[in-house]
């Protein structure tokens, strides 16, 4: 899906609680088409949400754990963000410029400086102070860390986002979309409709299939016309197993694609075109991605 000249990349955004994270990604988010999903994308992160336009798509990352750890899973945690960090293209510094720098502040300040990704300090709720209050809050700053760059922004307001994402997207290469513009995925939907064709095969088949079966939901979107396209894997351990959900000239998977799109079309209230595959597979236990459509997470 890569198209020339497009850009991507992945952004963390780390700061203390209340600073306005989520406000941020609302703000970017409520610009332009994108997505909200907590569909981890590693183990140690979580997706905030995407900004895709005709030329950039950039994925938000909430990396957690990025606070002072008082236990030792905390400590884990903490090792584990550091090196999420290192992977970014940039991390997103979020502070309250109405809060005064503190122990945490430093302490985010500090596991900052032993990764080499760009770190842009954003100086945020700049609507509650005077403009000719910001050059010593910067200041302040400045003198805690070489930032690349450092922003100030309204998340609420949506002063300056604009700003901040061409200044972001300045710091990513050249890559694919990673998530399709229109996607709508998010992990109940995508559970239950997996759990919906999963019931289908289990009223329609006998005892030797259930157990075997795992169903994927692979792609989610919507067109503009409305109509969700839903693609799905049925997961089956043995060959034998394929040849009996397919059943003769495909009719029993074609019977079990109908009766799963009707109830879907009653859960979504859209127009549904679903394609379902079979495919065969000894490991699915162990894929991953199949056991996190099952509810299985790792955060
Ligand atoms: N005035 C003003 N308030 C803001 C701004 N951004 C966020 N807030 C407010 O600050 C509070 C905290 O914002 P959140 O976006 O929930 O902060 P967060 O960093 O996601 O917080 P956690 O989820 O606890 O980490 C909310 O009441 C927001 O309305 C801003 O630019 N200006």
Redesign the pocket.
């Known amino acids: 899906m890569s198209k020339k000249g497009f850009k991507s990349g992945f952004v963390a955004i780390v700061?203390?609680?209340?600073?306005?994270?989520?406000?941020?990604?609302?703000q970017v988010i409520g610009q332009k088409i994108a997505i909200m999903s907590d569909k981890p994308q590693t183990t140690r992160n979580k997706i905030h949400g995407v900004y895709t336009t005709d030329d950039i798509q950039i994925v938000f990352l909430d990396t957690p754990g990025i606070h002072k750890p008082n236990s030792k899973l905390g400590n884990y945690m903490m090792k584990a963000a550091e090196s999420a960090l290192s992977e970014v293209d940039a991390v997103l510094f979020?502070t309250?410029v109405?809060e005064d720098l503190g122990g945490g502040d430093r302490y985010i300040i500090e596991r900052l400086k032993s990764v080499n990704t760009p770190v842009f300090l954003v100086l945020?709720?700049?609507?509650?102070i005077q403009p000719d209050a910001m050059l010593p809050v910067i200041d302040k700053w400045r003198k805690l860390h070489n930032f690349t760059e450092i922003v100030p922004?309204?998340?609420?307001?949506g002063?300056n986002v604009n700003a901040l994402l061409e200044q972001v997207s300045k710091y990513l290469g050249e890559g694919p979309m990673y998530y399709p513009a229109d996607q709508i995925t998010d992990h109940p939907e995508q559970f239950v409709c997996a759990e919906l064709i999963r019931e289908k095969i289990l009223q329609m088949t006998r005892e030797e299939i259930p157990h075997s079966i795992a169903v994927e939901i692979e792609s989610m979107s919507k067109q503009d016309n409305g109509l969700v396209n839903i693609g799905a894997v049925i997961y089956v351990e043995r060959d034998s197993q394929k040849g009996i959900i397919i059943g003769k000239s495909g009719a029993l998977l074609k019977e079990i694609g109908k009766q799963a799109r009707t109830d879907m079309e009653r859960l979504l209230g859209s127009k549904i075109f679903l394609e379902l595959w079979v495919k065969v597979n000894k490991d699915w236990r162990n894929r991953e991605s199949v056991l996190k459509t099952l509810g299985f997470r790792n955060d």
């Open positions: 700061g203390r609680p209340n600073v306005g994270k989520s406000t941020l990604m609302n979020l309250d109405t945020n709720k700049i609507d509650k922004v309204s998340a609420l307001q002063n």
